[in-house]
T-cell receptor
């Protein structure tokens, strides 16, 4: 049973380009969380999704960032017109259901904006 | 005030020592609690859930004090491989809460030979 899969592991984008980060949850998991981690800082919540629904996007910047979790396929975190401040590690986690269940993390995507 | 607060450390201890970390949370509606471990530049990994009655897993013991709103993690007989950042996590769900996981800043442990 594969764990949470994120790709790409490393992504380099020039300022102004778009970045697409993918997350395939563990088999049987229908809840996905995205977190951002800047160097030497903690994990910041971005968005919580269930299949085809955004449950909580209170941590998402109002502009340039969007997320989806379609019925089929991986969850996508999309960053338009990237800036240097977007450089960070982006982690995805999945859980089988919401509430009090543990979440399991993917290995993350390290985005570098040059 | 941060919703989940931890002493960032670092805690520098010799092998074999016992070390304890505390974590406080501000929202009394929090319902689930976890400890995760994160090694440098890697993904967080679940260490253990924290139950009201307290729970133990080998050298690790977690406790929850709802009245004082703090969670603790005790590591006995520290190993070099225990060196990592330990993340306290809370979750609240129901009654308008969405169930997102909220992470503390983490406490760094360095175990020295």
């Amino acid at each position: 049973n594969a764990g949470v899969m994120q790709n790409p592991r490393h992504l380099v984008r020039r300022r102004g380009q778009e970045a697409r980060l993918r997350c395939s949850p563990m088999k049987g998991h229908s809840h996905v969380y995205w977190y951002r981690q800047l160097p030497e800082e903690g994990l910041k919540f971005m968005v919580y999704l269930q299949k085809e629904n955004i449950i909580d996007e209170s941590g998402m910047p109002k502009e340039r960032f969007s997320a989806e979790f379609p019925k089929e396929g991986p969850s996508i975190l999309r960053i338009q017109q990237v800036v240097r401040g977007d450089s960070a590690a982006y982690f995805c986690a999945s859980s089988p259901r919401g509430g009090n269940t543990e979440a399991f993390f993917g290995q993350g995507t390290r985005l570098t904006v040059v | 005030r941060k919703e989940v607060e931890q002493d960032p450390g670092p805690f520098n201890v010799p092998e074999g020592a016992t070390v304890a970390f505390n974590c406080t949370y501000s929202n009394s509606a929090s319902q689930s609690f976890f400890w995760y471990r994160q090694d440098c530049r890697k993904e967080p990994k679940l260490l253990m859930s924290v139950y009201s009655s307290g729970n133990e897993d080998g050298r690790f013991t977690a406790q929850l004090n709802r009245a004082s709103q703090y969670i603790s993690l005790l590591i006995r007989d520290s190993k070099l491989s225990d060196s990592a950042t330990y993340l306290c996590v809370v979750n609240r769900y129901g009654s308008g809460n969405t169930g997102k996981l909220i992470f503390g800043q983490g406490t760094t442990l360095q175990v020295k030979p």
